[in-house]
């Protein structure tokens, strides 16, 4: 695939756990773990959302395109 998550970098650089993370987000660990290491074929536009106003970033610092 040709999507590069980096959740967990930008998870990192705000020094967040999945736990804390999770629970801000409002989805379970499982499915935020599975996002994380890039087990999944996509994501919603909501999820994506939440996500970035958690972590105050902007969408491409969690997705990257690498050819």
Do not use: H
Not at 35 to 62: H, Y
């Amino acid at each position: 695939m040709s999507i590069i998550l980096r959740l967990d970098r930008v998870m990192a650089d705000r020094k967040m756990s999945l736990n804390e993370l999770s629970e801000l987000v409002g989805i379970s660990n499982v499915n935020l773990s599975n996002l994380k290491t890039g087990k999944v074929k996509g994501v919603r536009f909501s999820t994506l959302d939440k996500i970035c106003e958690v972590l105050n970033c902007q969408p491409g610092d969690i997705l990257e395109y690498e050819k």
